[in-house]
């Protein structure tokens, strides 16, 4: 079974997803970051594939990737760490977030085969359109038991969020407002609005909110509405801020 639909059937509410990008804050810290992400209790994990052309991502993301590629991180190369990590927790879900650029320059078949092989579960690839992966890349993807995960916005139709909900089988990523990631922090108003209107579609896929969660009152907001959420910006900061990871995890998953 793919790590991920194994996640979703033993944990319904309070998934931790969390984002770093490979290479950073040194290009071997990939490892040692995945393997205190999974032992401080992360119960997901995406790495960031470093772009030199970010769309999505806000300034903290954009400056780890910046030095990711300074340091001479590449698809290749993550691989070859993935390969050789011994994983605490193998159970834990691995997720790759990047852009499609890089992928096609790898070439999609061989980027399938050698991100199976490390241990990878599925895909955000933003800038993959819906039909083009429906039409192109999902055979390629199923063949290598990856899934696909699509984003939906605030400005996504229904029409489209049941679309998406029909093709897909791991999770929906509900980016939490219009814009780049570490950027607005914090759920009110408008976006409880929004959070609910989702939620009250009864999708039959899991729901995870990001973009703007970046504690553990933002994290508790968000479980809410959805079965998790994924913290990005505000953990590149702690490891700029040589924060303890197994501190940072702690905090955000606090209960009292």
Avoid: W
């Avoid at 772009?51 to 780890?64: E, K, W």
């Avoid at 070439?107 to 955000?124: K, Q």
């Avoid at 998790?228 to 955000?252: M, N």
């Amino acid at each position: 079974m793919n790590a991920i639909t194994a996640l979703f059937d033993r944990k319904k509410d309070n998934v931790l997803s969390v984002f770093f990008t490979a290479g950073f804050p040194a290009l071997e810290d990939t490892a040692a970051i995945l393997d205190q992400l999974e032992r401080s209790g992360a119960d997901m994990i995406e790495i960031g594939m470093p772009f030199s052309d970010p769309l999505a991502d806000g300034p903290v993301i954009q400056h780890s990737s910046e030095v990711a590629l300074r340091n001479g991180m590449s698809i290749r190369y993550l691989f070859s760490q993935l390969a050789k990590v011994k994983r605490s927790k193998p159970g834990v879900p691995l997720i790759l977030m990047g852009y499609l650029n890089p992928v096609l320059r790898y070439g999609v078949e061989d980027f399938c085969r050698d991100a199976a092989s490390a241990g990878i579960s599925g895909l955000i690839l933003p800038d993959l359109p819906l039909e083009e992966y429906l039409s192109g890349y999902q055979p390629v993807f199923d063949r290598y038991g990856l899934k696909n995960i699509f984003l939906i916005t605030p400005q996504t139709t229904g029409e489209r969020i049941r679309r998406i909900d029909e093709v897909s089988d791991a999770f929906i990523y509900i980016v939490s407002s219009a814009g780049t990631t570490g950027v607005r922090n914090g759920i009110e108003g408008e976006k409880e609005d929004y959070f609910k209107r989702i939620r009250d579609m009864g999708l039959r896929n899991p729901r995870l909110i990001g973009f703007g969660i970046s504690d553990n009152k933002s994290f508790r907001k968000a479980c809410e509405y959805a079965h998790g959420a994924i913290i990005g910006s505000a953990f590149i900061r702690a490891l700029q801020d040589k924060v303890p990871v197994a501190e940072f995890i702690k905090e955000v998953k606090r209960t009292g």
